[in-house]
Structure formats: C-alpha cells, structure tokens
C-alpha cells in the first residue's frame, strides 16, 4: 500500500511538471485579414514566446482550383520579424531590414497576383525594430440604413 502511495504522487508530479512545460511553450495567433480572388486569403501569424518576443509572418494560402477539400491549399509564408529571447531579458531582431524589405516586397507581388484588396503595405517600417504596422488593414465604410 505504502508503494501505491508513492506511485500516485509520482504521477501527480509528472502531470504536474508536463502542464508546466506546455505553459512554456511557443503560442500561435493567426487571423484572417483579407480575401482575394480565387478563394487566396492573407493572414497574419504571430507566435509569441514564454519569455518575451516572438516571431511575425504573412502567409498567402491558396486554394487549387476547383477544390474545397482539406489539404488542396497552398501557401506562400513570409516571415518578416522574430525577436525569440535566447535566455535573459535580450530580443535581438534576427530578421535584419534588408530581408524584412526583400520579404515585404514578395508579399507586394503576392497580393497583388492574387488580387487581395482592402490592405497597405508599408515595407519602410522594416527599419524598425518591433516591425509594428507592416500591413494595416483598410476600414470598411459603415454601411447606410
């Protein structure tokens, strides 16, 4: 009976421990910006770490032609910031402006082959560290009653 009991605690401290390490653990947000022609959509994905920083990607995610079904889309990514913390209380940006602008102006052409209205790009903000504001989604005009 003694041996149950250290058995149970065991296992509680494993569960324990497994749910500390998932808290740590890397959360991903992605929202849906605009729409295209041809079923495309843009969105923007943030991953955001345990310790501070995170990552900023605009994918294009494109459907096959004719096809609803799951898995028949294809996606273009590009990732335009990401300042992870190594350890400490550092977010070095390791995406450098110049591949930021070079990725911004890929995403340019990919919304525009893919007709995705209704977003700005602003590929000069890449000079900025936090890279805030790179798309910026137009405002729909209210609608009259």
């Keep these: ?30 929202a849906a910006l605009a729409h295209g022609a041809h079923g495309a959509t843009l969105y923007e994905i943030r991953e955001l770490g345990p310790e501070g920083g995170g990552a900023l990607t605009y994918r294009v995610e494109l459907r096959s032609k004719g096809s609803r079904a799951p898995g028949s889309r294809s996606t273009l990514e590009f990732k335009v910031s990401s300042d992870f913390s190594p350890g400490g209380s550092q977010h070095p940006q390791t995406v450098s402006a110049a591949v930021c602008t070079e990725r911004m102006a890929g995403l340019e052409a990919a919304v525009a082959a893919h007709e995705i209205a209704g ?13 805030e504001g790179l798309v910026v989604v137009a405002k729909q005009p209210a609608r009259s009653p």
């Design 1 to 30: 009976m003694r041996s149950l009991g250290w058995f149970i605690i065991g296992a509680v401290s494993l569960v324990s421990v497994h749910r500390r390490a998932l808290a740590m653990g890397i959360r991903t947000e992605r």
């Design 119 to 131: 977003v700005a790009l602003h590929p000069e903000r890449c000079q900025q560290n936090e890279r």
